[in-house]
């Protein structure tokens, strides 16, 4: 499985936001439309990811408020991101080795799409339920051990 086939379940709603929108602005859109991450662009290019990693981070360090930083001064601005072609499972390595749960898709500088480690895991579990159930349904139609002698 690939990351495409993740990205044509998911479908192509996708939030973003500039280095300079404030802290608070940004927090409002996740909370409004329950997300856990904004893509943050600057003239049509990737330069950074918001998740409620920097967030907490900042409340943490601000006595529990956002103030009127931007995104600019909490984003990471150096976010790992993957390919549509990127496989599955080189994708849950990713997320693991570097601790993240959201991933940015960039195919030829454009930007497909954000997956999330629930996207992943969500997409595997299905796959993993499908195989069950043809295997499962493969195995009923074995045929009985005399059946299989009589046919010769």
Known sequence: MRVSDILQVKGTVLYTVTPDTSLSDAVNTMAVH?????????????????????????????????????????????????????????????????????????????????ISFYDVAKAVVEEQSFENRMLKAYIRDWPEENEAHSVR
């Open 34 to 114: 329950d997300i856990g991450s904004l893509v943050v662009m600057a003239y049509g290019d990737l330069v950074g990811m918001l998740t409620f990693r920097e967030i907490i981070k900042t409340l943490s360090t601000q006595g529990g408020s956002v103030g009127s930083a931007t995104i600019r001064k909490v984003m990471d601005d150096h976010p790992i991101t993957c390919t549509p072609d990127t496989d599955v499972n080189e994708v849950r390595r990713m997320m693991l080795d570097h601790h993240v749960r959201y991933l940015p898709v960039i195919d030829n500088r454009t930007l497909m799409g954000v």
